[in-house]
T-cell receptor, first 111, second 110 residues
């Protein structure tokens, strides 16, 4: 089935450790996105990529890094510089006509 | 950049009631989507509606792009409609940058 797969679903890490969240899509979409959601809040854009080997900062990029080496993959690294990394992270890809589709999310808890 | 507002922030309905959720945006948009986030956090596409009106069962949506707002109508609400409803827009001058409104939290009680 076509879709967006995020892994892991749940992740616990100690403070000061870098963490990489995986996002894979087999929808053949060019554009991919990472959002962060805090409890009771909306989605805030971290990074997005319109094409392989290119990506743009969103509204809250500080403390995060991404890569886009393959069309299907857009991993997000939460670095130790991110001051409040505990959150729900959502990955999406976008059809050329404009519709956004989401994965099931990854919940990161930093202890 | 473009600003997105949603109202009301919270809504409690009796099962069977109707409701209207609103999304206002501060600038022209290339596209607009409505999503429903269920209690498990999954985001479900409801409508892709940069302009005009669409209907899908008990739900319908209207976007008036020239007046910079969109409405989501829920008729004969059911408990399974509970969750948070978001609108998301791509500003006309922010190609591919999609941002979300703060959401409307809906609780439908039996």
């Amino acid at each position: 089935d076509g879709g967006i797969t995020q892994s892991p679903k749940y992740l616990f890490r100690k403070e000061g450790q870098n963490v990489t969240l995986s996002c894979e899509q087999n929808l053949n979409h060019d554009a991919m996105y990472w959002y962060r959601q805090d409890p009771g809040q909306g989605l805030r854009l971290i990074y997005y990529s319109q094409i392989v080997n290119d990506f743009q900062k969103g509204d809250i990029a500080e403390g995060y890094s991404v890569s886009r080496e393959k069309k299907e993959s857009f991993p997000l690294t939460v670095t130790s510089a991110q001051k409040n990394p505990t959150a729900f992270y959502l990955c999406a890809s976008r059809r050329v006509t404009g519709e956004l589709f989401f994965g099931e999310g990854s919940r990161l808890t930093v202890l | 950049g473009i600003q997105v507002e949603q109202s009301p922030p919270d809504l409690i309905l009796q099962e069977g009631a109707n409701s209207t959720l609103r999304c206002n945006f501060s600038d022209s948009v290339n596209n607009l989507q409505w999503f429903h986030q269920n209690p498990w956090g999954q985001l479900i596409n409801l409508f892709y509606i940069p302009s005009g009106t669409k209907q899908n069962g008990r739900l319908s949506a209207t976007t008036v792009a020239t007046e910079r707002y969109s409405l989501l109508y829920i008729s004969s609400s059911q408990t399974t409609d509970s969750g948070v409803y978001f609108c998301a827009v791509e500003g006309e001058t922010s190609y591919d940058k999609v941002i979300f409104g703060p959401g409307t939290s809906l609780s439908v009680i039996p």
